[in-house]
């Protein structure tokens, strides 16, 4: 069961993270000719008085910077994760993170491994964007108790939720999100702080 969970995991972050570059290679700039207003004109002309002529590349950060790698405190990994994901395009993207606990108390010693796998979707193409988020987090937990055998176990912890995303042109990024988590019959909250760089 443990096996099988870890591989099915891993192929759908692989593959998500591959159509990502596929899909981003693909895509090329769009040029749009910006229509300036008379004022604008006006203050535009060079000394000749003939109108300059502007264009911008349409493109919106998350594309010319589609990667980002950031630490994220609290949130999907319960106190920590490191977290990669990847823009699809100016809406949506795919990630995956790590998260890694061990701790020993008396005669019990414990270790949980916890995989986020999520996928966001933002509502706007600009720097200040909100997004709605969904995926799973794949757990791993090993007890071994002084005298009797280790114990372990694998769960899947459906996580949804909603935030705000700021990702500077220089990129820097931050994000704050609130989650929820189903476990069996009980759904319980929790807010995520992410801090990192795009490229």
Do not use: C
């Not at 099988?4 to 159509?19: C, E, K, R, W």
């Not at 980002?68 to 949130?75: D, K, T």
């Not at 042109?169 to 994000?175: A, I, T």
Request: no cysteine; proline share 5%; glycine share 10%.
């Amino acid at each position: 069961m443990k096996k099988t969970i870890t591989f099915t995991a891993a192929i759908f972050v692989f593959t998500s993270l591959i159509f990502a570059n596929l899909t981003y290679s693909q895509k090329e700039p769009e040029q749009k000719r910006v229509e300036r207003p008379p004022e604008a004109l006006a203050r535009g002309n060079d000394a000749s008085g003939s109108n300059l002529d502007v264009t911008e590349y349409n493109e919106s950060t998350s594309l010319s910077r589609p990667s980002a790698f950031s630490l994220e405190l609290l949130g999907r990994g319960s106190l920590y994760s490191l977290n990669y994901d990847r823009s699809l395009n100016d809406s949506m993207a795919v990630g995956g993170g790590l998260s890694f606990y061990s701790s020993y108390i008396v005669d019990v010693s414990a270790t949980v491994l916890l995989f986020p796998v999520y996928m966001n979707y933002y509502f706007t193409p600009t720097l200040h964007r909100p997004f709605v988020t969904g995926g799973i987090d794949f757990l791993f937990a090993t007890a071994d108790v002084q005298g009797l055998a280790p114990l372990t176990g694998a769960f899947i912890l459906p996580v949804f939720g909603g935030g705000y995303e700021f990702r500077m042109e220089n990129g820097f990024l931050y994000r704050v999100a609130a989650y929820a988590f189903v476990w069996d019959k009980i759904v319980g909250t929790w807010i995520g702080i992410s801090f990192g760089l795009t490229y």
